[in-house]
Each structure stands twice: as structure tokens, then as C-alpha cells.
């Protein structure tokens, strides 16, 4: 393995967040010393490693939040509390503390890195949260972030339609310093328009495919940005130079692809 041999860890517990998202908690000193927005590799045994965003992390502790929708996560899925894994990190850059009146926007499973940042941030920052998912059952920590406002594509809850749409409204009534968002890249590409239009500063959360978290095999390029070590958070500034943003993806194969 690049950059050392995966640390073998046992599952302490997991906890189904809704019909397709599950949390693991583990005990992993090493990436419970993380920021939020970094992310770890996680290897299953017999069956492949992948990148994971850390959803929480305290007294040597991390919980991954993984939505299944792979060979690899099907695995995962599969595991229960007893059962070990392979970690290593944390990799990447993450969010910058929020100050002020920050807004985070979070849809689907993406919602997971903004845990971390809201739990370690909350006590000391004004934070409001807007979140989406694509049908009520998959909105994730209702009770725990109390979003100001939800949406769902299907209208099972709160607004019917895409969360960008919540945020806008937002922006017309409420003062916010900088927004924080984590999710499906073409909700993150019309936040970083609405962002750049109107003049405020945004960090987010980017995804690629990735296959070795240490900035070496390039499956992760969007232009010349290595999401893996030059992110996977960049800022509007970053994320304005990068021409594939928010129009290609990569498959695991490197070839390009309309999002």
C-alpha cells in the first residue's frame, strides 16, 4: 500500500442512518486527529479500498457515514460491529474554521464531512444549516444539525425540488460570511455560481475517483487539482480555475465523461 500499510481496525458499532446510508464507528487515534473535510482510505477485506469522508471524530474515535451504491460500499454495508478494517490517513485538505455567520448546504450523503465541521464549530461560530436529499427517508441527522430548512426531490418533506433552490431564498433574507457545502457536483457547480454572482466566500467538498489518497496516480485530476492532496476542499477561487468542474467526471478507468 502507498504510504504504509492500511491500520487494522475493528468495527466497534453501526448504525443505518436510512435505507441506504450506514455510519461505522471505529476507534482510530491516528484519523480521529483530523480536520473536517479530510477523508481516510478504508480497504475491505476481499474486496477493494476506498476514499471516505470522517462524519465525526472525538476521543480517539471516527464514524464514517457511507451511502451503498458499489461493489466496494455493497461490502461495507454487509459488516457489522466485530469485524475489521483497513485505514489509512487522514488525507487531503479540509474546511477552513468557520467565523462569523456561516451557512452550510449539504445534499444527500455529502451531508457527512459537514457533521464534523458543524459539530466541532458550533460552539463558537453562528452556523445554520440547508440540507436535501432525494426523498425524506434519506435526509440524514435531522435531529441531530436542525437544519433551518430542508428539501427533497419527490416533495416527501419540506421543499420539493433541488436545495439551491432553499439557498437562494436564504441569501435574499439572512447576512451569511462564507458557505460551506458538501454533495453532488452540479448542486455544488450552481452554488459556486450563486456564490461568484453575488460576491461570497464558499469553500466545498469535492469527489473523484480515487485510488491511492496521496496525490501519485492522478485518477482524482480535475485540470491540474489533485482532489486527493490539493483537496478535497477547495475554495471559489480554486474551484474557478478548474475548467471540468462542475461539466466531466472521470470513471475509474480515467476516461471522461459528461456529470
Given at each position: 500500500m502507498l504510504n504504509g500499510k492500511p491500520?487494522?481496525?475493528?468495527?466497534?458499532?453501526?448504525?443505518?442512518?436510512?435505507?441506504?446510508?450506514?455510519?461505522?464507528?471505529?476507534?482510530?487515534?491516528?484519523?480521529?486527529?483530523?480536520?473536517?473535510?479530510?477523508?481516510?482510505?478504508?480497504?475491505?477485506?476481499?474486496?477493494?479500498?476506498?476514499?471516505?469522508?470522517?462524519?465525526?471524530?472525538?476521543?480517539?474515535?471516527?464514524?464514517?457515514?457511507v451511502k451503498r451504491r458499489g461493489e466496494i460500499t455493497e461490502e461495507l454495508h454487509g459488516m457489522s460491529a466485530g469485524d475489521n478494517?483497513?485505514?489509512?490517513?487522514?488525507?487531503?485538505?479540509?474546511?477552513?474554521?468557520?467565523?462569523?455567520?456561516?451557512?452550510?448546504?449539504?445534499?444527500?450523503y455529502g451531508v457527512a464531512p459537514l457533521r464534523y465541521l458543524y459539530r466541532s464549530a458550533s460552539n463558537r461560530a453562528r452556523i445554520s444549516i440547508i440540507q436535501g436529499a432525494s426523498t425524506a427517508d434519506e435526509l440524514l441527522f435531522l435531529e441531530e444539525l436542525e437544519p433551518t430548512s430542508v428539501?427533497?426531490?419527490?416533495?416527501?418533506?419540506?421543499?420539493?425540488?433541488?436545495?439551491?433552490?432553499?439557498?437562494d431564498d436564504y441569501l435574499d433574507k439572512e447576512e451569511v460570511d462564507k458557505i460551506y457545502t458538501s454533495g453532488p457536483e452540479k448542486m455544488i457547480y450552481r452554488i459556486?455560481?450563486?456564490?461568484?454572482?453575488?460576491?461570497?466566500?464558499m469553500e466545498a467538498s469535492l469527489e473523484r475517483v480515487m485510488k491511492c489518497?496521496?496525490?501519485?496516480?492522478?485518477?482524482?485530476?480535475?485540470?491540474?487539482?489533485?482532489?486527493?492532496?490539493?483537496?478535497?476542499?477547495?475554495?471559489?477561487?480554486?474551484?474557478?480555475?478548474?475548467?471540468?468542474?462542475?461539466?466531466?467526471?472521470?470513471?475509474?478507468?480515467g476516461e471522461r465523461e459528461p456529470l
Amino acid at each position: 500500500m502507498l504510504n504504509g500499510k492500511p491500520r487494522v481496525r475493528e468495527i466497534s458499532s453501526v448504525r443505518r442512518e436510512s435505507p441506504s446510508v450506514k455510519t461505522f464507528h471505529l476507534y482510530d487515534p491516528q484519523s480521529a486527529n483530523s480536520n473536517p473535510g479530510q477523508f481516510v482510505m478504508v480497504w475491505i477485506p476481499d474486496s477493494g479500498e476506498i476514499p471516505l469522508a470522517i462524519s465525526h471524530a472525538e476521543n480517539g474515535r471516527i464514524a464514517l457515514t457511507v451511502k451503498r451504491r458499489g461493489e466496494i460500499t455493497e461490502e461495507l454495508h454487509g459488516m457489522s460491529a466485530g469485524d475489521n478494517l483497513g485505514i489509512r490517513g487522514p488525507y487531503g485538505n479540509g474546511f477552513s474554521p468557520p467565523a462569523g455567520s456561516s451557512l452550510l448546504v449539504g445534499g444527500g450523503y455529502g451531508v457527512a464531512p459537514l457533521r464534523y465541521l458543524y459539530r466541532s464549530a458550533s460552539n463558537r461560530a453562528r452556523i445554520s444549516i440547508i440540507q436535501g436529499a432525494s426523498t425524506a427517508d434519506e435526509l440524514l441527522f435531522l435531529e441531530e444539525l436542525e437544519p433551518t430548512s430542508v428539501s427533497t426531490d419527490d416533495g416527501t418533506k419540506g421543499h420539493k425540488g433541488n436545495v439551491v433552490r432553499l439557498l437562494d431564498d436564504y441569501l435574499d433574507k439572512e447576512e451569511v460570511d462564507k458557505i460551506y457545502t458538501s454533495g453532488p457536483e452540479k448542486m455544488i457547480y450552481r452554488i459556486f455560481q450563486i456564490c461568484r454572482d453575488r460576491g461570497l466566500e464558499m469553500e466545498a467538498s469535492l469527489e473523484r475517483v480515487m485510488k491511492c489518497g496521496v496525490g501519485l496516480c492522478g485518477s482524482c485530476l480535475i485540470d491540474g487539482f489533485r482532489v486527493c492532496e490539493d483537496g478535497p476542499v477547495a475554495d471559489l477561487e480554486q474551484l474557478q480555475e478548474l475548467e471540468e468542474f462542475g461539466q466531466w467526471k472521470r470513471t475509474s478507468s480515467g476516461e471522461r465523461e459528461p456529470l
